[in-house]
């Protein structure tokens, strides 16, 4: 997207139906994101972008997770999840920018991206920032759609490109490029939800 205002300004319309409309189809992504993550307890987590924090629930107790998101209306919902979902303590939710985050160096084992590397408006910033507040040999997971080679897909996608700032996301991001722009070792991929239109990249940071 463009800049962090209409980032903000599209979430904020987003907040209040977010999971009514992608609640249950970014579900099995998120399901299959967190079991690789195999966290354990006293491991401390990133969440980045965690939005309405659909995802806090499905992280096992007693790992330290902290979820950032720059939207405050998303965040705010986020906070449902801190009170009612069985929270031991060990969540946190903070508003704050992906591509300038306040953490120190090595702050975590593990990192997770869902759906927001065509939502950010620098991804390599971001990606610049998840490799420092990453511990170094930690697990990076970014959840995404990413352009689609074939021609029906690339029709609509690039037919949809111009409306980016409108949907909140870019329908087209190229996952070849984005591998080469950010010093990731790929562990695996593996294709997940509707039609496996999604990809969930493992990777380690170096
Ligand atoms: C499509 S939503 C994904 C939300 C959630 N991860 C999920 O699984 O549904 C993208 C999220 O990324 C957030 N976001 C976009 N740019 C950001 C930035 N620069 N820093 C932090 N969060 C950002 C948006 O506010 C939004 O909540």
């Not at 970014?142 to 609509?156: E, Y």
Request: glycine content about 8%; charged content about 20%; overall charge neutral.
């Amino acid at each position: 997207m463009d800049d962090k205002t209409t980032v903000i300004k599209a979430y904020k319309r987003y907040a209040k139906n977010y999971d009514r409309i992608f609640g249950k189809i970014f579900e099995h992504g998120r399901r299959v994101l967190v079991d690789k993550m195999r966290a354990e307890a006293g491991q401390r987590l990133l969440e980045v972008g965690v939005g309405t924090g659909l995802s806090l629930p499905l992280y096992p107790e007693g790992v330290s997770v902290v979820g950032i998101d720059i939207s405050p209306h998303m965040l705010w919902l986020a906070k449902n999840y801190i009170h009612d979902g069985g929270a031991d303590g060990t969540r946190h939710l903070s508003l704050m920018d992906a591509q300038q985050m306040s953490f120190a160096d090595n702050s975590f084992d593990k990192v997770a991206l869902m759906y927001v590397v065509t939502v950010v408006p620098r991804p390599d910033l971001m990606m610049a920032e998840v490799a420092r507040v990453c511990r170094p040999g930690g697990d990076i997971f970014v959840l995404n759609h990413f352009s689609n080679h074939r021609l029906i897909p690339r029709m609509v996608e690039k037919a949809m490109l111009p409306f980016r700032n409108l949907l909140g996301f870019s329908p087209r991001f190229s996952m070849e490029a984005f591998l080469e722009e950010n010093p990731l070792q790929v562990v695996d991929t593996c294709q997940v939800n509707l039609m496996g239109y999604w990809t969930l990249i493992h990777a380690r940071n170096i």
